[in-house]
């Protein structure tokens, strides 16, 4: 950790990729809420955009959708030209009321109650890949039960056949990853990413990935289930069929969003724990007032999206910030929850924190995230059984980070388990 007299603001550049390889850029949101809450970022390839640190402006810029527009792209940092905006749209690049319709169209899978009907799913594949990964002793922690878990579950709630779960993960590397050189096809900013400005992240894995939509989509108009691509392909009283750009846009979304960040607070919670064995040992204890406690924390602390992207519709003033219409406003996530204005010790990981109202899926306004319930399950459920199943892990080799100033991922955590217990106990 650096202290913030030993840096300016002059050196603080939130588009250094190789920066949040390194390690999550702490000191540098600490200086910005100290001293320059709402904070010009120029880009080397954009016009630049304003920095939001703070957790009450983070908070109040997700809710204000008639200020701060997500019609003018919300993952993308990048000035898009109309054709790919429109291209690229998905429901979280959409203000009300077309986000409404399309959120309406998938949210009765993802209420807290439509999740609870997972229970038993996640706890099968929980124990399944448990049972594949701890006998090994030493395995690495990311693909083995990171990924494994999340991309299960969401397969068998989409419909996706089991045989193609290892290729929905790659493609969405290949997405997500597109800052890092180790995991994308075509890096966003290079010459040759051009040629794909009209999809995704610029990546051609994303038409790979719309291409496999449709043809599920086939699958299951000619065999419907009970799954939710069936839901989606089909009108019924949560809205009418989706169908071409819509149907991509909103199976990529759930892909991505269903399985990354779930997989990066899965990994990043346990790297947690390594590092805070006291933390481990209060939670087999109890002291955490159960599992819920521990996994909100962990939310907190990882943060899996580091921030969204707003466009200001007019001129205003934030944090005593003049902003002028157009201008592109970040929300960093990552630094609201670590505002010491919320939170006390806000760098330590504390699973008794508590009260704890992290800004991990947002907080408050219509973008909040639809699968938090989901990702809490499944978190859950991994603890519960890590715990039951062994005395606590090591890390056996280096943690490597993703290149990316947008997600907050492990790509690999060798790991050894010590003291592994039965799966009964």
């Not at 040992?281 to 924390?297: F, I, P, Y």
């Not at 002028?324 to 504390?350: H, I, L, M, Q």
């Not at 990702?375 to 062994?390: K, W």
Request: glycine share 6%; with cysteine; proline share 6%.
């Amino acid at each position: 950790m650096t202290a913030t007299s030993a840096i300016s603001l002059a050196d603080v550049d939130l588009t250094d990729q190789d920066a949040f390889q390194r390690a999550v850029p702490y000191d540098w949101f600490r200086l910005l809420r100290e001293r320059a809450p709402v904070h010009w970022n120029p880009e080397r390839s954009g016009r630049g955009f304003w920095s939001v640190t703070r957790y009450a402006d983070v908070v109040a810029v997700s809710r204000d959708t008639a200020t701060y527009s997500s019609e003018r792209g919300a993952s993308a940092l990048e000035d898009l030209e109309p054709d790919a905006l429109e291209a690229r749209k998905s429901m979280i690049d959409m203000d009300p009321p077309g986000h409404t319709r399309l959120r309406r169209k998938v949210a009765p899978e993802f209420t807290r109650r439509g999740v609870s009907h997972y229970e038993q799913l996640v706890r099968e594949t929980v124990t399944e890949v448990l049972d594949a990964a701890l006998p090994k002793g030493e395995f690495d922690f990311v693909p083995d039960v990171a990924t494994e878990v999340p991309i299960r579950v969401l397969c068998r709630i989409l419909g996706v056949p089991e045989r193609d779960e290892r290729r929905l993960v790659e493609l969405g590397d290949r997405m997500f990853g597109n800052t890092d050189p180790d995991i994308a096809d075509v890096l966003l900013d290079s010459p040759a990413s051009e040629q794909y400005r009209l999809v995704p992240f610029r990546s051609p894995a994303a038409l790979e990935m719309h291409d496999y939509a449709r043809w599920l989509a086939r699958q299951h108009l000619a065999d419907p289930g009970a799954d939710l691509m069936s839901r989606l392909v089909r009108s019924d009283n949560s809205g009418p069929a989706l169908v071409g750009k819509e149907l991509d846009a909103m199976f990529l979304l759930l892909v991505v969003a269903g399985n990354e960040t779930t997989r990066s607070a899965l990994a990043l919670g346990l790297q947690a724990f390594v590092e805070n064995p006291e933390q481990w040992d209060a939670v087999r204890r109890g002291d955490a007032r159960g599992l819920d406690s521990a996994v909100e924390e962990v939310l907190r602390f990882t943060t899996p999206l580091h921030h969204f992207r707003r466009t200001a519709t007019r001129d205003t003033v934030l944090g005593g910030t003049s902003i002028t219409e157009g201008d592109k406003v970040v929300v960093w996530f990552t630094s609201a929850n670590r505002d010491e204005e919320v939170y006390a010790d806000p760098d330590a990981f504390d699973v008794t924190r508590d009260p704890n109202p992290h800004v991990a899926f947002g907080r408050g306004g219509p973008h909040r995230c639809i699968g938090e319930h989901l990702a809490r399950l499944e978190i859950r459920i991994v603890l519960e059984q890590l715990l039951a199943r062994t005395e606590r892990f090591e890390v056996v080799g280096s943690p490597r980070r993703v290149r990316s100033n947008f997600s907050n991922a492990l790509t690999s955590l060798p790991v050894r388990v010590v003291g592994a217990r039965s799966a009964g106990g």
